[in-house]
């Protein structure tokens, strides 16, 4: 257990509809990252938050959206759903604000299924 | 641009034989390289990482890469493998960029490990 947890564990949805995932990091982490694991593209960086700030983009859908709030937990919202979308989303946390020498912890994931 | 490539996509070895896990990069500023392994319907963990000094990197759970520069390659190696091994492998490139950072991952390297 990482001690990162990521709410709910299992969605499914359909095409066009929006949906929000919860991750809530290790406690005295103030970096949240996440990421998404798809058939199609594989493993991909998305967006990184510290103490409540974007720090780092990765290949992040202009429909896709996060924010850290002031306790620390962190939400994707994945808007205009597509069935391409259907993936694992992974977050991930660390101490610090990224540096190189931080290690992340992830959660087990949230598993969407766009119909 | 920077990218990775994991050349197999599975690789199956006997119990107790050694395994190489092949990563190239290409990247036309440093990098910071990364190996993580991801059990069946769990997240990722941290192997291990090379930001700088020698180039063998020692990992967890028996694990070790080498990085080669003339050869933009960073490839995971055990001597003696365990059942337990058997999970994917994702080696990852992290490089700088105007005043953030790029995270981007091979597509994975499945180990099945064999009695």
């Known amino acids: 257990d990482s001690g990162v947890t990521q709410t709910p564990k299992h969605l499914i949805t359909a095409t066009g509809q929006r949906v929000t995932l919860r991750c809530s990091p290790r406690s005295g982490d103030l970096s949240v990252y996440w990421y998404q694991q798809s058939l199609d593209q594989g493993l991909q960086f998305l967006i990184h938050y510290y103490n409540g700030e974007e720090r780092a983009k990765g290949n992040i859908l202009e429909r896709f959206s996060a924010q850290q709030f002031p306790d620390l937990h962190s939400e994707l919202n994945l808007s205009s759903l597509e069935l391409g979308d259907s993936a694992l989303y992974f977050c991930?946390?660390?101490?610090?604000?990224?540096?190189?020498?931080?290690?992340?912890?992830f959660g087990p994931g949230t598993r969407l299924l766009v119909l | 641009a920077q990218s990775v490539t994991q050349l197999d996509s599975q690789v199956p070895v006997f119990e107790e034989a050694p395994v190489e896990l092949r990563c190239n990069y290409s990247s036309s500023v440093s990098v910071y390289l990364f190996w993580y392994v991801q059990y069946p319907n769990q997240g990722l963990q941290l192997l291990l990482k090379y930001l700088s000094g020698s180039t063998l990197v020692k990992g967890i759970n028996g694990f070790e890469a080498e990085f080669n520069k003339s050869q933009t390659s960073f490839h995971l190696r055990k001597p003696s493998v365990h059942i337990s091994d058997t999970a994917e492998y994702f080696c990852a490139v992290r490089t700088p960029t105007s005043g953030t950072y790029k995270y981007i991952f091979g597509t994975g390297t499945r180990l099945k490990v064999l009695a």
């Open positions: 991930a946390s660390s101490v610090g604000g990224g540096q190189l020498q931080e290690t992340q912890y």
